[in-house]
């Protein structure tokens, strides 16, 4: 039994880390596209692309209701079973579900767009850029249920490959065409409707990626169908009944980062105009959703990973009544994220300005990304703790967990906004993430008794935490101050680097010197990467280790 946990959690960790490195990459080159599409649209271009970017990620949410997540937990406890064949059945319906999805929000999507930019964002120039995103809404449904299905096989590789082939088709093709359509005389609006259309040319790359896993797949699955004894061929509408009694609660759990952002993108220029002019509040939008928004997603890199590969362990794991695995998998996905995020977060806010200088030119609106990144903290420990409740099956309640917390958004984004501004919208996201969860943490623990850390490990963690962040915050004042040369970019570039390391080292002494990782948990990490790790704690003091 023993050996089988040893498995499972290595599996775990293998599977985080394919996803992890993956989305990185992924993540890593959308911030840098935004560095040439903001010096060639500007702040209210890339306004008008963060529109367009973010109603099409929430509406593609509910285009696939969650479809994904309910498909790896549905194939996942087929194969847990050994009933491929079954598992074959309910990918081939979700497939059909998909392009028709697909199909009706592409036109949905093309005829709302002139009515949501006038009367909702007050950006009529979004309406061009929404449209022309709107055919990736046809495929992507497609790509998404492939990628369930994967998952539920714990086949990580097939994700993984086309999230990075779909970001590196979506740069290429959203920096030239906006590039070409400069070039060429265009204005601000149809640069950024060229830069949409990278969605599309990224859609259709990680399509063909999925095909090719599919297409190799079925060769290597035949002996597994001949194999099998026992085949209960179920009806489609069965199949459709089973993936959205779970899927439409997963949607709205799914849905709450992109809906917190879409709300964002809808509300932030009607909320700032009177008090700071139209020009004035939809380059505040475009530095939130523009900058702000992407430096807020890489924390979140490695909670979106370990969330899509806890689902199926956790859910196999609890259709077998294996409580003592479910709670050993939720406390090590927990303390991944945690672990992970934190440091990241220590580094973007302490030298946030520096950052932000280096990739766009300018420090303007430093202090909003660093209020948004902070609130990531909140954000990954909701998302994985989400996904854990998913593959225990408490999808209904996490649903209603989700709408609440979406009413919170946006109340407090309208009163707060009233008070202070863009960072009184800000900090209503941080408290919604907050608030979703505080609730979610409370019903995971009615159900499985767990701990991350001791108290005393927590109230250390805080307090280490807090004197860092306050430390990395006087060296980059400082640091400021020091270096000075004629190359501006180049003084950011140094200065968050030396922050960085110096936050990175300290970080690692921290965990080391307070035992936040024990031996059990470094038993399960890759052999390749324990070598690492043996080898850079040879450079370490023996007090810290």
Not at 207 to 231: G, I, T
Not at 234 to 257: D, G, H, K, M
Not at 314 to 327: G, I, K, T
Not at 346 to 362: H, K, Q
Request: aromatic share 10%; glycine share 8%.
């Amino acid at each position: 039994m023993d050996n089988e946990a040893a498995s499972v959690r290595q599996s775990l960790l293998r599977g985080t880390m394919i996803l992890a490195l993956a989305a990185f990459v992924a993540r890593f080159l959308g911030l840098i596209q935004r560095v040439p599409l903001q010096y060639l649209l500007g702040d209210a271009g890339m306004a008008t692309y963060g529109i367009a970017y973010n109603i099409y990620s929430a509406l593609l949410v509910i285009a696939t209701a969650g479809i994904p997540s309910a498909l790896s937990k549905l194939i996942s406890d087929r194969t847990a079973l050994g009933r491929h064949r079954e598992a074959l059945d309910i990918f081939r319906a979700a497939a059909k579900f998909a392009f028709t999805a697909g199909l009706v929000m592409t036109i949905f999507l093309f005829i709302i767009a002139p009515y949501y930019a006038e009367y909702i964002t007050k950006d009529r120039d979004a309406a061009l850029a929404i449209r022309t995103l709107a055919p990736a809404m046809l495929i992507f449904p497609l790509i998404a249920v492939m990628r369930g299905y994967y998952q539920g096989r714990q086949i990580m590789m097939a994700q993984g490959m086309s999230q990075i082939i779909e970001q590196i088709l979506r740069v290429i093709t959203a920096v030239s065409l906006a590039g070409i359509l400069i070039w060429l005389g265009y204005d601000q609006a149809t640069a950024a409707a060229g830069a949409s259309f990278g969605g599309v040319a990224g859609a259709i790359g990680a399509l063909c990626v999925m095909l090719w896993y599919w297409l190799r797949s079925r060769k290597q699955d035949k002996p597994l169908y001949e194999q099998e004894q026992f085949y209960y061929r179920q009806s489609t509408r069965a199949i459709y009944r089973r993936i959205f009694q779970l899927a439409i609660p997963i949607c709205f759990v799914s849905l709450n980062v992109p809906m917190i952002y879409f709300i964002d993108s809808s509300i932030t220029i009607g909320l700032l105009e009177g008090s700071i002019g139209y020009e004035a509040a939809k380059e505040t939008l475009g530095i939130l959703s523009g900058r702000a928004q992407s430096f807020a997603g890489i924390a979140p890199v490695l909670a979106i990973a370990v969330g899509q590969t806890i689902l199926p362990v956790v859910s196999s794991a609890y259709a077998q009544r294996d409580m003592e695995r479910v709670r050993t998998q939720s406390v090590l996905a927990l303390k991944v994220t945690i672990l992970t995020a934190l440091p990241i977060v220590l580094m973007l806010c302490a030298a946030a300005p520096s950052f932000n200088g280096f990739l766009f030119g300018d420090t303007e609106g430093s202090d909003i990304i660093a209020m948004l990144v902070a609130s990531t903290l909140f954000q990954v420990m909701m998302m994985t703790t989400g996904s854990i409740l998913t593959g225990l099956g408490k999808t209904y309640l996490t649903m209603r967990i989700v709408i609440l917390g979406i009413i919170v958004k946006l109340v407090t984004s309208i009163l707060l906004a009233q008070l202070f501004g863009i960072y009184g919208i800000v900090g209503a996201t941080m408290l919604t993430f907050a608030f979703i969860f505080t609730l979610y943490r409370y019903v995971l623990r009615k159900m499985v008794r767990f701990s991350i850390f001791t108290m005393k490990q927590w109230v250390l963690l805080f307090v280490s935490t807090a004197v860092l962040a306050l430390l990395g915050y006087g060296l980059h004042e400082l640091l400021s101050m020091l270096i000075a040369t004629p190359l501006v970019r180049l003084n950011d570039m140094v200065i968050a680097s030396i922050v960085s390391f110096v936050l990175g080292v300290g970080y690692i002494l921290l965990i080391l010197k307070f035992q936040l990782v024990n031996d059990e948990d470094l038993g399960y990490i890759p052999d390749r990467v324990q070598k690492v790790l043996v080898r850079l704690l040879a450079f370490v003091p023996k007090r810290f280790r």
